[in-house]
């Protein structure tokens, strides 16, 4: 069913939904042609990252909601995004996690529906058992002010408006709060069943076609965790290349052991990456604080933080890449669709929608309603945001970081590590 055998590991997080990463286990060890050790902790991991990067085509499931899996998490494509549950993947990372504070008291009822929905599809994997969850009664606040005087006691009153003090407007239903203490349960049973079935295959079968060659070894201060991972992952997805990540401390203490020929890609400001470049050396690409170069075997990507007066350029920059790199994606789903296809077994328009989300950039989320009336008016929002003491512009470095590496992986990456 899913071709040769194939090897993950499965990285759980120390909460109490680490058990689920046991059910998710012993039901792919019923799957043909899949081989796995048991669940590891995301100590054992970090532990043993170094030989995991050294295995070709390694998988790995980031499972729960450990501080490893929330990083891993802002480095892959959602494939699946429901009631708090989620998996996607990018390269050979995946990361399934559930939060049940995804489901308000308000959308609980309706996860029930959509939970017993699905009890006969997942039937073949496990037994599950419909569940209940009352609907949220809700009382209006500024209602019981104009009836207090005759329906309810100055003390209820008082408390009402000390509450209101919150985030909310409106009193929470006891009985459909207590009733959500076992609710995360029910939504990592229902993931896993899902990804089994949904996600498992697309999964294991991403990348597996493809001709592993040299290593790269991405080295990085640990703020940058998170962009280390997405230019691990974007290699992966898009090149023939596997990725070794060290932090600078890891790098500094098996320097000695590395050759000459390594090809090393120094990620942010490091000590390492500020003691390889000169000044008098060009980066290959820079533009609105973002910038890549090489010399030799050394490659440094780099993000500075924005100039309040070049935000306008890098919006107009960053909408016209997202469009170019749908436009690529169709592109590549085109020269790629028959092998797309079968990999997936979802067909050629599933295949342009998976491709096009491998090369997407994130949408803009503060600036999405702005964006649909130009320019000037987005940049009007950034300006107040700026003035009203919004970090803005530290915001706006994920989104450096995000267009950066899709540059560099696309345009520069195998340029580097193929010169000479």
Same mark, same amino acid.
């Given at each position: ?25 012993? =039901? ?20 043993? #990252?170094?030989?995991?990067?050294? /295995?070709?085509?390694? %998988?790995? /499931? *980031? ?6 899996? /929330? ?11 429901? *009631? ?13 996690? +559930?939060?049940? $504070? ?28 419909? !569940?209940?969850? #009352? ?6 606040? #500024? ?8 329906? !309810? #006691?100055? !003390? ?8 209101? %003090? ?6 929470? $239903? ?26 498992? +295959?697309?999964?294991? $079968? ?54 000459? %020929?390594?090809?090393?890609?120094? =990620? ?56 170019? *790199? ?30 096009? +989300? ?8 503060? *600036? ?13 929002? !950034?300006?107040? =945001? ?16 995000? =267009? ?9 990456? /195998? ?6």
């Amino acid at each position: 069913m899913f071709g040769n055998s194939k090897t993950v590991m499965i990285v759980k997080g120390k909460g109490r939904e680490a058990k689920y990463a046991q059910l998710l286990f012993q =039901l792919m060890a019923k799957l043909p042609n899949f081989e796995s050790s048991q669940p590891i902790t995301e100590a054992e991991y970090a532990a043993s #990252s170094l030989t995991v990067d050294n /295995i070709p085509n390694g %998988k790995v /499931i *980031f499972f729960g909601n450990g501080k490893e899996a /929330i990083l891993q998490g802002k480095a892959v494509n959602w494939q699946y995004n429901c *009631f708090g549950m989620k998996y996607g993947w990018l390269g050979n990372r995946c990361v399934i996690t +559930a939060d049940p $504070n995804g489901i308000s008291l308000k959308e609980q009822s309706a996860f029930a529906e959509y939970y017993n929905a699905q009890i006969a599809k997942f039937r073949r994997l496990r037994e599950l058992q419909s !569940v209940h969850y #009352s609907e949220t009664e809700t009382l209006d606040i #500024s209602e019981m002010e104009d009836e207090a005087a005759k329906t !309810v #006691s100055t !003390v209820v009153l008082e408390l009402a408006k000390g509450l209101r %003090k919150g985030a909310s407007d409106t009193f929470e $239903n006891i009985r459909a709060t207590l009733e959500r203490e076992d609710l995360w349960e029910h939504q990592y049973e229902l993931l896993v069943c899902k990804f089994i079935l949904d996600g498992y +295959a697309c999964f294991m $079968n991403n990348n597996t076609e493809k001709e592993i060659g040299k290593k790269a070894i991405i080295v990085y201060d640990t703020k940058e965790t998170e962009y280390a991972h997405l230019l691990n992952n974007l290699i992966q997805q898009h090149t023939r290349y596997d990725v070794a990540e060290y932090t600078e401390k890891m790098f500094v203490d098996n320097a000695k052991k590395l050759s000459s %020929k390594n090809k090393i890609i120094f =990620l942010g400001k490091t000590k390492s990456s500020r003691e390889r470049w000169l000044d008098s050396n060009r980066y290959v690409y820079y533009e609105n604080g973002m910038r890549y170069g090489w010399i030799g075997n050394h490659a440094f990507v780099y993000v500075r933080p924005l100039k309040q007066a070049e935000i306008k350029d890098f919006i107009e920059a960053y909408q016209k890449k997202s469009k170019e *790199f749908e436009d690529k994606a169709k592109q590549y789903s085109e020269n790629n669709g028959n092998s797309i296809g079968k990999n997936f077994a979802k067909g050629y328009h599933f295949a342009i929608g998976y491709a096009t +989300a491998m090369f997407a950039l994130p949408v803009m989320g503060v *600036f999405s309603t702005a964006a649909e009336v130009g320019i000037y008016e987005i940049c009007y929002c !950034v300006e107040e =945001l700026i003035k009203n003491k919004v970090n803005t512009i530290a915001e706006l470095k994920e989104y450096q970081y995000q =267009l950066l590496l899709r540059e560099f992986v696309f345009d520069g990456f /195998i340029k580097f590590v193929e010169e000479a």
